[in-house]
């Protein structure tokens, strides 16, 4: 029984790894209800343990865009160590709420993703891999500079993003791009890698705060963990030749966020009345 459990901690994480590095973004919304729902881990559980994996995964990818000279490093650390104040009191509070009403208020907001996605337009000079787009990517950075009028901005919404993080236990990468744009009109690049620092961070102390009271299953998160950095390998290997699909692959996912956010709606419907 335990290894059936490791392995489909492996599989999920995997599939995540995979969704992350095929279309970018968004993959990560699924980790809560594929720990929740295939794994079968309590739902407070669930929460802090795929904070831990999403964190992790974050940190492994953080580390490309900034070899590659694609962080802000100032906007980037001020945003993530106001949004860690925010993300351990959301975590504090998502910890008090009834288990069935929070997983209820998450398939909420993973409706908000998927119509998110739908949304989402590739733009060029965005990848990571390969020296053409990176060194592109890395003279944008190094040519675009925060000015001081950035600075509350950047505090303001850092706090807010960094406590709804910490309250649905997300990464929340699909807040924190647009936070940083809207905080400070940097390229989208700089604000795709910048956001790697504060997904990372956002996700340890949501995962410190969460195992701290007991709610993180450290071995399923280090097989979850396992099973992204595999996915995440294939995933990437294969956006290459997918190029051209990415957009049909976007919607596909969004769709499948759907199903599973319906689905969460119905399970939870009734004890998360509100």
């Known amino acids: 029984m335990d290894l059936l459990h490791g392995g489909l901690a492996v599989l999920c994480g995997a599939?995540?790894?995979?969704?992350?590095?095929?279309?970018?973004?968004?993959?990560?919304?699924?980790?809560?209800?594929?720990?929740?729902?295939?794994?079968g881990l309590p739902p407070h559980v669930a929460i802090g343990t795929g904070a831990l994996a999403?964190?992790?995964?974050?940190?492994a990818n953080f580390g490309g865009y900034a070899r590659q000279g694609m962080v802000r490093w100032q906007c980037a650390i001020l945003f993530s160590i106001v949004g860690v104040v925010g993300a351990a009191g959301g975590s504090f509070l998502g910890k008090e709420v009834d288990g069935k009403r929070l997983i209820f208020l998450f398939a909420i907001l993973m409706i908000v993703v998927g119509v998110l996605m739908l949304r989402r337009k590739e733009r060029p000079g965005v990848a990571t891999s390969g020296s053409g787009s990176g060194h592109h990517g890395g003279e944008i950075c190094r040519l675009w500079q925060p000015a001081a009028?950035?600075?509350?901005?950047?505090?303001?919404?850092?706090?807010?993003?960094?406590?709804?993080?910490?309250?649905?236990?997300?990464?929340?990468?699909?807040?924190i791009v647009p936070g940083l744009l809207f905080a400070t009109g940097m390229p989208m690049i700089c604000a795709i890698g910048s956001s790697l620092l504060a997904v990372g961070a956002f996700g340890l102390t949501t995962a410190?705060?969460?195992g701290s009271s007991g709610l993180v299953d450290w071995t399923v998160a280090a097989e979850y963990i396992l099973g992204g950095f595999a996915g995440g390998m294939i995933g990437m290997a294969l956006t290459?030749?997918?190029?051209?699909?990415?957009?049909?692959?976007?919607?596909?996912?969004?769709?499948?966020?759907?199903?599973?956010?319906?689905?969460?709606?119905?399970?939870?419907?009734?004890?998360?009345?509100?």
């Open 15 to 39: 599939l995540v790894g995979f969704t992350l590095g095929l279309i970018g973004g968004g993959g990560s919304i699924m980790a809560t209800p594929l720990l929740l729902y295939v794994v």
């Open 54 to 59: 999403v964190s992790a995964n974050a940190f």
């Open 149 to 175: 009028r950035h600075q509350w901005p950047l505090l303001g919404t850092g706090l807010g993003v960094g406590a709804m993080s910490g309250f649905f236990g997300i990464g929340g990468g699909f807040l």
């Open 208 to 210: 410190i705060s969460y």
């Open 240 to 274: 290459k030749n997918l190029a051209g699909r990415k957009a049909v692959l976007n919607r596909v996912f969004a769709g499948f966020v759907f199903v599973v956010a319906v689905y969460m709606l119905y399970q939870n419907g009734i004890a998360a009345r509100l």
